[in-house]
């Protein structure tokens, strides 16, 4: 956790600022819905002061193998379709992240994903769900 974190502070969020309905935020919600991913959700933490990101992504996965095909398919489908390549990637086979500086994605086995429990440590952020 420390690492993730220590990888967010060390860059700051770009003046462009996004929306839902932006083009790299569709297009990380298709690519994990491509592989399966499940438990989508956005936090949408543009009027929180200390946030590092306008949005935080968070989806689930089974098993390592499909943490990693969820995480390459964003970056594989976000370059494609985007022109963008991730700002850093912290890969794990229980947590990946996938930083596009004003999206971070969080992929987690349900596990990790109960432990963090990013939901609530952002519950002032508005709340999305994208499951099918």
Known sequence: ME???TALQGRKKSENRLTRNSKLF???IE????KKGSQIISLDLRKIDEAVADFFIL????SHIQVKAIADN???IVAKNCGEKSYHTERG???TLVDYVNVVVHIFQPEQRHFYNLESLW????RVEHND
């Open 74 to 76: 964003i970056e594989d």
């Open 31 to 34: 690519a994990i819905q491509e």
């Open 123 to 126: 519950e002032d952020a508005g």
């Open 3 to 5: 690492k993730i974190v």
């Open 26 to 28: 569709k297009t990380i």
């Open 93 to 95: 086979d229980q947590w």
């Open 59 to 62: 989806c689930e996965a089974q």
